[in-house]
């Protein structure tokens, strides 16, 4: 059986001890039981998968997804061609 490399298991570790004293609102599961999706108080996301790679192995992909909230505020200005 294939390890997975340490990189994924840390962050599958880091997205999942999110869940870690927070409150569950929802939970949906896709009906051929390859997805998951784990609404957090708060509006955090918790993504769990189960994906084939393009060798055909078996992979679980894990993705948190912060509240619109917690992003950034604000924007980046770039500006172009301005000359003084």
């Given at each position: 059986m294939p390890i997975a490399p340490?990189?994924?298991?840390?962050?599958?570790?880091?997205?999942?001890?999110?869940?870690?004293?927070?409150t569950v609102e929802d939970v949906q599961v896709r009906s051929d039981c390859r997805f998951?999706?784990?609404t957090l108080e708060g509006g955090r996301?918790?993504?769990i998968s189960a994906l084939i790679d393009e060798f055909g192995?078996?992979?679980?992909d894990v993705d948190l997804l912060r509240?619109?909230?917690?992003?950034?505020q604000g924007q980046l200005e770039v500006p172009f061609g301005v000359q003084e």
């Open positions: 340490v990189q994924d298991l840390r962050r599958i570790a880091e997205a999942v001890g999110q869940l870690r004293g927070r998951l999706r784990i996301i918790l993504l192995k078996p992979r679980l509240a619109p909230e917690e992003l950034a």
